[in-house]
């Protein structure tokens, strides 16, 4: 497969008469893309706003961060699976928006979304406080079922990124990225010495607001499943879960997987990258030993030397990657598995559900119960009030003045554990 990334870098967004570029800014045309949204009977009201690096703006309660994008050759404009036809994604040529995001907000179903902060102190916590952010507040109608309103607010999301991703179909290039790998028996015949390294990623797959989506697919509806690298950076992944929102996985995350970019900067030098293993973690007993053990046959089947597993969520999960840890080391795979810690506020606590003697190689992306103090913003986009019942909120965390204390929990990618976050990591 090759893909091509053809990036447009934006430095700035601001309001228009027409979805375009021009001098490296992107203009939005408001009405257009309200009207777009709106096409879908079940939204009453769309509100769009723009929140930029350093003001002292405050998003919340955040539902997903997605890229714009605009397929240029290959097939699979948008997201396809789900707002497209599907079809095989990983080839072709891509424009994409660079610094740019469309950020969705609204009330939701459950509790757990979170909070980004474009200066200060929770700025340093969340990438997409570096990020120019076209903030999307969804309205839905009262009678909606929560499986409704979910999806409702999802593929509003999706669909708004899809029609500003249409900006990039005309305007100039400033950086051009070329990637090429070939089937695994290809690969395997030009790197014969190289070991043989899969990346295993867990999908939250426990049903409402706690799924993601593989080509549209739920996640708790598959076994264990192999795609080529490109897929997933070409859209085929998407995030469909409110978890706790330190290390919920955007679909903006999925789209740039950086555990993915690593991997694939050393194919062909230090190791021979064979693809990507996606595994749900589901909540019963029976699916754990079930998915564990896919797993672990389908990395053995491919010859795997060693694996990087990371993680979705923490609690129950942990379970899953220790258990696909122990089955891949007792088939002779290295593994290194990527997790954060539910520590406690004073970080003592037991950081993990569950432990195996054979996770020698954990890396932590940080304590999700760490407590900060968030200043007050001069401008919130969505509802302050939210923060009460946010994962890492509490009744009492919010002052009259709009000051807060949150774990981080409840900062948006702060503990992202595929590593696209902003915290320094430990290897123990």
């Not at 939701?108 to 952010?133: H, R």
């Not at 062909?268 to 754990?288: A, H, Q, S, W, Y």
């Not at 030993?289 to 129950?316: M, P, Q, R, W």
Request: proline share 4%; charged share 25%.
């Amino acid at each position: 497969m090759k893909l091509t990334f053809r990036d447009i870098l934006i430095k700035d967004i601001q309001m228009g008469e027409t979805m375009e570029v021009r001098d490296h800014i992107l203009f939005i045309d408001r009405k257009a893309l309200r009207e777009h949204l709106l096409k879908d009977e079940r939204i009453t009201d769309v509100k769009v706003d723009i929140a930029r690096p350093g003001e002292k703006t405050r998003i919340i309660p955040v539902k997903d961060v997605i890229e714009p994008r605009f397929k240029e050759e290959g097939g699979g404009n948008g997201f396809p699976g789900v707002t497209q036809k599907s079809v095989p994604l990983g080839n072709g040529i891509v424009r994409r928006l660079r610094n740019t995001t469309v950020v969705t907000v609204g009330d939701l179903v459950g509790f757990q979304e979170g909070v980004i902060d474009m200066w200060g102190k929770g700025a340093d916590y969340t990438p997409f406080s570096k990020t120019l952010n076209l903030v999307i507040d969804i309205s839905v109608k009262k009678d909606l079922n929560p499986h409704e309103h979910e999806e409702t607010v999802r593929l509003a999301g999706l669909k708004a990124a899809e029609l500003i991703g249409l900006a990039a179909k005309n305007a100039d290039v400033d950086e051009c990225h070329e990637m090429e790998i070939g089937s695994i028996r290809e690969e395997a015949e030009k790197y014969p010495d190289l070991p043989r390294i899969a990346y295993i990623e867990m999908l939250i797959s426990q049903g409402l607001l706690h799924d993601g989506y593989i080509y549209g697919v739920k996640s708790s509806q598959i076994l264990p499943t192999l795609l080529h690298p490109f897929e997933e950076l070409d859209n085929a992944v998407i995030s469909g879960n409110c978890v706790a929102a330190c290390d919920k996985i955007t679909t903006y995350q999925h789209q740039n997987n950086s555990a993915i970019l690593d991997l694939l900067a050393q194919h062909g030098k230090t190791i021979n990258f064979v693809g990507v293993i996606v595994t749900p973690e589901l909540t019963t007993l029976d699916g754990k030993f079930k998915t564990c053990d896919f797993t672990a046959k389908l990395a053995k089947h491919l010859g795997c030397d060693g694996v990087i597993i990371s993680e979705e969520g923490y609690g129950n999960p942990d379970s899953d990657l220790v258990m696909i840890c122990s089955r891949c080391e007792k088939a002779g795979i290295k593994s290194v598995l990527i997790t954060d810690e539910c520590s406690g506020w004073d970080g003592m606590s037991q950081p993990l559900t569950d432990t195996a003697a054979e996770a020698q190689a954990v890396i932590s992306t940080g304590n999700v119960s760490y407590v900060l103090e968030l200043q007050p913003a001069d401008k919130v986009i969505g509802n302050i009030e939210a923060v009460k019942t946010l994962a890492g909120g509490w009744d009492g965390c919010l002052e009259a003045d709009g000051s807060m204390k949150v774990e981080l929990n409840a900062v948006i990618g702060a503990c992202s554990e595929i590593g696209y976050h902003n915290v320094s990591v430990a290897l123990y």
